[in-house]
């Protein structure tokens, strides 16, 4: 990659207590753009995305965000640092409001700007922010995190499958607001859907058991003849 990395991962080794479930992970991130991260059910894309923000601890290797050494750090350091998380589960509060969901992202923020920003983004969730967020259909959920996490303004946004659950009617459209956040800030997208994620993103690693199995632009990776190998069940 021409551009210099915001984030750079070197030799992370990772897992749950004594299960190791990330070997080795060394990866970068320009300032811009997306970078996939593919591998099927069980690879460690989740793993890597929790080690990234810090809700794991990792047992080797460094995380550093421009140049600054983070992997020992709080996820709520990191957050400030500019690292924003749309985790594969939970990533909204069911119980409460659209609107609750979309100012719980911006509390950090002086200048609430950005509600409107988010809202005309997202129209559909402006259409819907007395609804509590649990009666949201799946395609809105993603919005809503989404949503909720470009509030806090990051320079870096790590998304654990932004299009799991949605209706093939909505993919686009969320695929269309990503390639637009692309354009401003970085993004690790962690993906199902290939077509898409290689689409999206300039550069793909491929995690096969934890370690990483395949890397390179998008449009290599996409035409490597091994690329199904590591991704069929
Ligand atoms: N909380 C946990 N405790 C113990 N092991 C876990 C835990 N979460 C995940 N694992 C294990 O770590 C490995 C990697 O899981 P991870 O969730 O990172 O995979 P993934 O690539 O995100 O899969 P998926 O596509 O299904 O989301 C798997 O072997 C999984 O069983
Ligand atoms: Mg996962």
């Not at 992970?25 to 069980?42: D, E, F, Q, T, Y």
């Not at 809700?55 to 400030?80: F, Y």
């Not at 449009?219 to 069929?232: F, Q």
Request: glycine fraction near 10%.
């Amino acid at each position: 990659m021409s551009d210099a990395a915001l984030l750079q991962v070197d030799g992370l080794c990772a897992g749950y207590g004594r299960s190791q479930a990330l070997f080795d992970i060394s990866l970068k991130v320009p300032a811009r753009g997306a970078v996939a991260v593919l591998g099927r059910n069980g690879a460690g894309k989740s793993t890597l995305l929790k080690t990234l923000f810090g809700e794991l601890v990792p047992m080797a290797g460094t995380i550093r965000l421009d140049g600054a050494a983070i992997e020992h750090e709080a996820a709520e350091r990191r957050v400030r640092r500019g690292i924003g998380y749309v985790p594969q589960e939970h990533a909204i509060f069911a119980k409460l409001t659209v609107r609750e969901n979309l100012l719980l992202g911006c509390v950090r923020q002086p200048d609430k700007s950005g509600m409107d920003y988010v809202l005309d983004f997202f129209p559909k969730l402006a259409e819907r922010l007395a609804q509590t967020a649990g009666t949201l259909s799946g395609g809105e959920r993603k919005m809503l995190a989404i949503g909720r996490a470009v509030l806090g303004r990051p320079r870096l946004l790590m998304l654990d499958e932004p299009t799991e659950g949605v209706w093939i009617g909505v993919i686009e459209e969320i695929a269309e607001r990503l390639r637009q956040l692309a354009e401003e800030m970085a993004l690790i997208l962690v993906e199902q859907h290939i077509e898409l994620a290689l689409e999206v993103a300039r550069h793909a690693y491929v995690i096969d058991r934890g370690h990483i199995a395949l890397e390179g632009p998008a449009a290599s990776v996409k035409s490597d003849p091994e690329l199904m190998h590591y991704l069929a069940p």
